[in-house]
């Protein structure tokens, strides 16, 4: 069976980008494809609203057909998310490479701002699915006196796997920077979940305050 990838948001039916059949099948799996035909995709700056050039990460807009015209009656979260000049802001993040291919690298939402720098949680889970042992992962914010925010990583282990926080970290070390190794490390059973079954990444943070004085660690 041959398979296409596309990016689609509800409020840009049927969709912004997709990958063809006759794609190879790296870009079919690694990207969002290409934009559809009569719609302006662009990776704009989230905090200067310019174009992202080739290569750099920015928030995924699109404006054209698809574009919806407007939440019902809610003329303020319209505003929100149409711009205007009218291209429409998913929230997600994006790079475009230079053959006009997009790849989805996250959720602006979800970036820790740890004293400064911008960490984007989706780069440090990719690199630990590496992990043996690692069943699933989610990387989030957890609260910092020093820092505003720390990174914490919460995981899933395979069946009968053990390991230790420092096991993580030594996988870590030399291989992502510094300030993106995760300074708290939570095994657990199960993520919280929405009724459609996403996962909440904001009650992560929440409950890594819990987790930390259950386990009587010190927050900093």
Known sequence: MTITSFYVLTESSPGMTQTCLNDTFEQRCTTVGRDYPFVDVKVLDPETGEECPVGVQGEMCCKGFNVMKGYYKNPEATAEVIDKNGYLHSGDLGVK?????YKITGRIKDMIIRGGENIYPREIEEYLYHMPGIRDVQVAAVPSKKYGEA???????EEGVKMQPEDVQEFCRGKIARYKIPKYIFFIDQFPLTGSGKIQKFKLKEMSLELCRQQGIEVV
Not at 97 to 101: A, H, T
Not at 151 to 157: D, K, T
């Open 97 to 101: 490479d230079e053959q006009g291919f």
């Open 151 to 157: 990174v914490g990583a919460f995981i899933i282990l």
